[in-house]
């Protein structure tokens, strides 16, 4: 019989047994489980719920079934439903009716929020963990390119010099603030449900505060039905988590561009390039692709969960059983994305010869021909179209603004001199931008010292 079954006269149908249990997917909870089980257990006993033997037996009891499960002794039953009722029908099964009292002032409601928090604290400080390690990569790679010369793009259009280090730390800026947002989030996720109950606490003297610190928390929750149906903290989680996907997937997108035979500025390491199965020339992509692939199913969990809770009524509703494979998926998918972006990255091979050489066209340096007019009295808009006529007549003419001549420039604004040539040089023009925030030498190196001075704050 289930251990609710007392109400019932007859079992489920078989088809309702398979279609209403989640062990398939919840027992990845069982550490949290048993983890909150043996807190809620001790705080049981010292409050003479139930008595410090009885404790002391549960916790011996919960302890061998976790090393029993981590070994693969223990098998999980379909008809226990979820990891919760597994591993309390494994703990009567071994200590009898002492068993029968862990679930005194709890319920699988105020349990499954707790396992998922416990659960939730520590993904979040291993995805945080691995994102330190990108930013790390990402300021090592800043420092080596800081005067690595490169085209930047607007609407995939060659618009101004830059250097490969500015483009990189435009990542690094992004991925803290994913850090940032994972930082908050903890604040509202570091809060324990248990002792919710159902939905209207307990009859039951417990000592909440005593658990909350035993198993890590900053505070209990203040209202017992929204500790049961509060899945905020994970739809915040799954919004960052989609964040950094949409960072990972726009860097992935452009290491594809990058390697490609049209830019070459990048080569891709053989460990994560693949083959074509019928073109042999074929080194392709395959990981960034991968994870630009991947930031659709994050999106899809996100999105997921956020249709589950919309309109549920308080308190708790079995709906929110399907939060967890939302979650689990964002996770793993995350994790694994970042393990292979890190490497993948770090082992790019740079043909700096290359960028250095596409900077010098689609008239980049235009904009530093306008600035040198207006640096010499004429206003910028007026500047402006006097450059553009400039660029005009190079396309007409098919040579570059470093191809005309002294009196071709003059023929446009007698303001130009023979320093203009100088002017406009791409290294020249990357290092006259020196103002906090933009891509000279200089200011790239301030920029890695104080990212990593506020990556070790984080």
């Given at each position: 019989?289930?251990?609710?079954?007392?109400?019932?006269?007859?079992?489920?149908?078989?088809?309702?047994?398979d279609?209403?249990?989640?062990?398939?997917?919840?027992?990845?909870?069982?550490?949290?489980?048993?983890?909150?089980?043996?807190a809620?257990?001790?705080?049981?006993a010292?409050?003479?719920?139930?008595?410090?033997?009885?404790?002391?037996?549960?916790?011996?009891?919960?302890?061998?079934?976790?090393?029993?499960?981590?070994?693969?002794?223990?098998?999980?039953?379909?008809?226990?439903?979820?990891?919760?009722?597994?591993?309390?029908?494994?703990l009567?099964?071994?200590i009898?009716?002492?068993?029968?009292?862990?679930?005194?002032?709890r319920?699988?409601n105020?349990?499954?929020?707790?396992?998922?928090?416990?659960?939730?604290k520590?993904?979040?400080?291993?995805?945080?963990?691995?994102?330190?390690?990108?930013?790390?990569?990402?300021?090592?790679?800043a420092?080596?390119?800081?005067?690595?010369?490169?085209?930047?793009?607007?609407?995939l259009?060659?618009?101004?010099?830059?250097?490969?280090?500015?483009?990189?730390?435009?990542y690094?800026?992004?991925?803290l603030?994913?850090?940032?947002?994972?930082?908050?989030?903890?604040?509202?996720?570091?809060?324990?449900?248990?002792g919710?109950?159902?939905?209207?606490?307990?009859?039951?003297?417990?000592?909440?505060?005593?658990?909350?610190?035993?198993?890590?928390?900053?505070?209990?929750?203040?209202?017992?039905?929204?500790?049961?149906?509060?899945?905020?903290?994970?739809?915040?989680?799954?919004?960052?988590?989609?964040m950094?996907?949409?960072h990972?997937?726009?860097?992935?997108?452009?290491?594809?561009?990058?390697?490609?035979?049209?830019?070459?500025?990048?080569?891709?390491d053989?460990?994560?390039?693949?083959?074509s199965?019928?073109?042999?020339?074929?080194?392709?992509?395959?990981?960034?692709?991968?994870?630009?692939?991947?930031?659709?199913?994050?999106?899809?969990?996100?999105?997921?969960?956020?249709?589950?809770?919309?309109?549920?009524?308080?308190?708790?509703?079995?709906?929110?059983?399907?939060?967890?494979e939302?979650?689990?998926?964002?996770?793993?998918?995350?994790?694994?994305?970042l393990?292979?972006?890190?490497?993948?990255?770090?082992?790019?091979?740079?043909?700096?010869?290359?960028?250095?050489?596409?900077?010098?066209?689609?008239?980049?340096?235009?904009?530093d021909?306008?600035?040198?007019?207006?640096?010499?009295?004429?206003?910028?808009?007026e500047?402006h179209?006097?450059?553009?006529?400039?660029?005009?007549?190079?396309?007409?003419?098919?040579?570059?603004?470093?191809?005309?001549?002294?009196?071709?420039?003059?023929?446009?604004?007698?303001?130009?001199?023979?320093?203009?040539?100088?002017?406009?040089?791409?290294?020249?023009?990357?290092?006259?931008?020196?103002?906090?925030?933009?891509?000279?030498?200089?200011?790239?190196?301030?920029?890695?010292?104080?990212?990593?001075?506020?990556?070790?704050?984080?």
């Open positions: 019989m289930k251990l609710w079954g007392g109400r019932f006269a007859k079992n489920n149908d078989t088809l309702m047994e279609f209403h249990s989640s062990i398939t997917f919840d027992k990845r909870l069982y550490r949290e489980d048993i983890e909150g089980s043996l809620h257990s001790k705080m049981l010292k409050q003479g719920i139930i008595s410090k033997e009885e404790g002391a037996v549960i916790a011996v009891a919960l302890k061998e079934i976790l090393s029993e499960i981590e070994s693969g002794a223990a098998q999980f039953d379909i008809a226990a439903e979820d990891i919760h009722m597994n591993v309390e029908t494994m009567i099964a071994k009898g009716d002492t068993g029968k009292k862990l679930h005194t002032a319920s699988r105020d349990q499954v929020a707790l396992d998922t928090r416990l659960y939730l520590k993904e979040t400080e291993n995805i945080i963990a691995l994102l330190k390690e990108l930013e790390e990569t990402l300021l090592s790679l420092e080596t390119h800081k005067e690595t010369v490169m085209p930047g793009y607007t609407h259009q060659k618009a101004q010099p830059v250097t490969f280090a500015h483009h990189l730390l435009a690094f800026e992004m991925f603030r994913d850090l940032g947002r994972l930082q908050d989030s903890k604040k509202r996720l570091n809060i324990m449900p248990l919710s109950g159902a939905l209207a606490g307990t009859v039951f003297p417990l000592n909440r505060e005593s658990v909350a610190c035993d198993l890590g928390f900053d505070a209990v929750t203040a209202n017992s039905m929204d500790g049961v149906s509060d899945r905020d903290f994970i739809i915040e989680f799954l919004s960052a988590a989609a950094i996907m949409m990972l997937s726009r860097f992935s997108e452009e290491v594809i561009l990058w390697s490609s035979g049209e830019f070459a500025f990048v080569s891709l053989d460990a994560y390039s693949t083959g199965s019928i073109m042999p020339q074929k080194k392709n992509p395959d990981a960034a692709e991968l994870i630009r692939g991947k930031t659709g199913r994050v999106y899809g969990d996100l999105v997921a969960l956020l249709t589950v809770m919309k309109g549920l009524p308080l308190a708790y509703n079995k709906d929110m059983q399907e939060d967890k939302a979650l689990f998926d964002a996770v793993d998918t995350v994790k694994g994305c393990m292979v972006f890190k490497p993948m990255l770090s082992t790019l091979t740079i043909n700096k010869e290359t960028m250095r050489l596409d900077a010098e066209g689609g008239f980049i340096n235009a904009t021909a306008a600035d040198y007019l207006a640096e010499h009295g004429v206003p910028f808009r500047a179209g006097i450059v553009g006529s400039l660029v005009l007549h190079c396309e007409k003419e098919q040579k570059t603004l470093n191809d005309l001549t002294i009196d071709e420039w003059q023929r446009f604004s007698p303001v130009f001199k023979e320093d203009i040539y100088d002017f406009i040089k791409i290294e020249n023009s990357v290092s006259r931008r020196d103002i906090t925030g933009a891509p000279s030498p200089r200011q790239t190196e301030l920029a890695v010292k104080r990212g990593k001075e506020r990556l070790f704050s984080l």
